[in-house]
């Protein structure tokens, strides 16, 4: 997990460029192969009841898709698109996922009072 610690703002772009394989140098190819997944962490700090999900989602999208996408596919700008259509995927179906760029929108926002 080193590299994948969820903050705030657009700190999934930082992690996106982690190898999530890359925790032990004198692994063996056959023992990067059993790797079957991985975990995000966020820090505390700046996260409480009112808005882990919001923070925690779509960045943990990031990692999720290196851990299961070849390991060269690190190019920023071309997750940029997917994951904020994924933001707006949720949003749409009901979580309050926070913007993971400062630029663009969602056609549907997510409403509080339509959620209660």
Known sequence: SSGINAEYGEDWQNF???EPRSFNSTATPEQLALVLG???CMWGEHVDNSNIVSRFWPRASAPAERL???GTLTDVKFMEPR???H????VYRGYPAEPT???GHCQVEYSW???R
């Open 16 to 18: 996106y460029q982690v």
């Open 38 to 40: 991985g975990t995000m």
């Open 68 to 70: 299961w996408s070849e």
């Open 83 to 85: 994951i904020e259509a």
């Open 87 to 90: 933001r707006c995927r949720m």
């Open 101 to 103: 760029l400062s630029r």
């Open 113 to 115: 009072t339509k959620h």
